[in-house]
C-alpha cells in the first residue's frame, strides 16, 4: 500500500492505475485472461516471482489491483485480494488460514451463510468453533483453547444491528496470540477502520455499500501482508478470484462512497427516530441512537450509524406479514447496501437456514424487520414505512 497524506475522499478518487499510451483521464477496462511475456527469460522469471507482474487474471489483473489498493488505502491495510463474492472472502479467507484441528471462536450474531460454514462445513475438515455472546466479551478468554487460532465477528452485526467493542476485541487476540477477523460489510471502510482496533484481516461484501446500486457481486479482504500472502495463494489456487468488469465497476463506485454513505445514514437515523417514536413499534436498533445499548461504542470506532435499521412491529408473524405485503414504494429484497431502500425479513430469508432456537439466541424473532435505508427523500421512505405500519 502507499502511503500518502490525502484525505478518505481524495484517496477514493485519485488512487488509480498508470496512464497507459493514450493517457486516458478514467481507467480502461483490461478484460483478458492473460498476459504475455517479452520472452523465455521473461516468463521463467515471472513465474518464479522474481517480477511482480500480471500473469493471469485469476492471479492478478490490473482492474482488481486498483480496486484493492484503493480499499487497502481506505482500511490502512498492508495487502489484499479481491473476490468473487462476500461469501468467497469469508471462506478463502478462513481456509487458507485454518488446518485439520483448529478451533475458531466467533461471535454468536453473524451472517446466515457464515453459520452455515462453521456448522455444516468446516466440521467436514476437523475444525471446530465456539460461539461467544455479543454482549459478554470478558468471557471470551474462557473459551479459548490450546487449538484457537481465530476470533471472528462482524459490527455492526446482521441483521440485529448490534455492536461489538473492537478496541476490547483487539487487545483480546493480542494477548493470546490470535488472529483477529473482522467482517466490516456493514460499516464499509468510511465509517469504521477495524485495523486501528487490533483487527489482523478485514473483509468486505462489495456487493452491499462499497457498490452501492445492487450490480454486482463481489468481495475483498485487506490486512497484514503475511497473513494476506497465505490468502492469496490458496486463492490463487482453488479460484474465486474477482471479474475484471466487477472489479472496475467498484473501483469507480468507491469514488462516491463517501458521499453515499454520508446520505444513507442520514437517511437511516431520522427513519429510526421515526420508528423509535411510532406506537405500533416494540423496538428499534440502529447505533447512533442513544438507546442502543452500545451507543458510546459506536461513537468511539464509527464515524456514523451506517445504511441498516433493524425493529420488530407489534403483533407477532401476522402483523409482520401484514406490514410486509403493504409496502409499495421500498423493495423486498434480501440485499443491503442499495440505493434503493430495501426491507427484508430476516427469519425466512438471510437467516431462515438458523433454527428457532439459533435465531432467538441472536435477536432474531419473527416480528424483526431489517431495512437497508437507501437514497430515496427521507419523506417518502418514511410515508412508505408509515402506511404499511397502518
Known amino acids: 500500500m502507499n502511503k500518502n497524506n490525502n484525505k478518505f475522499e481524495t484517496n477514493a478518487i485519485r488512487t488509480q492505475l498508470k496512464r497507459t499510451e493514450n493517457l486516458e483521464h478514467s481507467v480502461p477496462l483490461y478484460l483478458t485472461s492473460s498476459f504475455v511475456f517479452e520472452d523465455a527469460e521473461d516468463m521463467r522469471a515471472s513465474f518464479a516471482e522474481e517480477k511482480e507482474r500480471n500473469i493471469y487474471s485469476r492471479y492478478s489483473n490490473p482492474n482488481s489491483s486498483e480496486f484493492i489498493e484503493k480499499v487497502c488505502q481506505m482500511e490502512g491495510a498492508e495487502s489484499g485480494f479481491a473476490f468473487a463474492s462476500g461469501m468467497a472472502a469469508v471462506f478463502s479467507t478462513l481456509a487458507a488460514l485454518l488446518d485439520s484441528g483448529d478451533h475458531v471462536l466467533s461471535a454468536r450474531s453473524i451472517f446466515g451463510s457464515t453459520h452455515s460454514l462453521f456448522t455444516n462445513f468446516f466440521p467436514k475438515w476437523n475444525i471446530d468453533h465456539t460461539y461467544f455472546k455479543i454482549d459478554a466479551l470478558e468471557e471470551i478468554e474462557s473459551l479459548i483453547t490450546p487449538k484457537t487460532k481465530i476470533i471472528y465477528a462482524e459490527t455492526p452485526t446482521n441483521p440485529g444491528v448490534d455492536v461489538l467493542d473492537l478496541e476490547e476485541l483487539g487487545k483480546i487476540a493480542k494477548k493470546n496470540n490470535l488472529i483477529l477477523v473482522i467482517d466490516n460489510c456493514f460499516a464499509s471502510p468510511y465509517l469504521q477502520q477495524p485495523i486501528k482496533f487490533g483487527a489482523d484481516l478485514v473483509i468486505h461484501s462489495g456487493t452491499k455499500l462499497m457498490d452501492g446500486q445492487g450490480r454486482v457481486l463481489a468481495g475483498i479482504t485487506v490486512g497484514s501482508a503475511e497473513l494476506m500472502d497465505k490468502v492469496y495463494r490458496f486463492s490463487r489456487i482453488t479460484g474465486p478470484a474477482l471479474s475484471p468488469f466487477n472489479a472496475w465497476v467498484l473501483s469507480k463506485s468507491l469514488e462516491t462512497l463517501a458521499i453515499r454513505v454520508d446520505r444513507h445514514c442520514e437517511n437511516a437515523l431520522k427513519l429510526a427516530e421515526y420508528l423509535e417514536a411510532h406506537e405500533n413499534i416494540n423496538w428499534v436498533k440502529y447505533p447512533f441512537l442513544k438507546s442502543h445499548p452500545m451507543y458510546e461504542v459506536a461513537k468511539k470506532q464509527m464515524k456514523a450509524g451506517g445504511c441498516v435499521v433493524a425493529f420488530e412491529v407489534k403483533g407477532g408473524l401476522d402483523a409482520g406479514r ?33 433454527s428457532v432456537e439459533e435465531r432467538a439466541a441472536v435477536g432474531i424473532s419473527d416480528g424483526t424487520v431489517r431495512i437497508s435505508v437507501g437514497l430515496e427523500h427521507i419523506d417518502d421512505i418514511i410515508a412508505d414505512i408509515a402506511q404499511a405500519l397502518g
Open 322 to 354: 401484514e406490514f410486509f405485503n403493504s409496502i409499495k414504494l421500498l423493495s423486498l429484497s434480501a440485499n443491503l447496501g442499495d440505493s434503493r431502500t430495501i426491507v427484508t425479513h430476516p427469519a425466512s430469508t438471510t437467516h431462515s437456514k438458523l
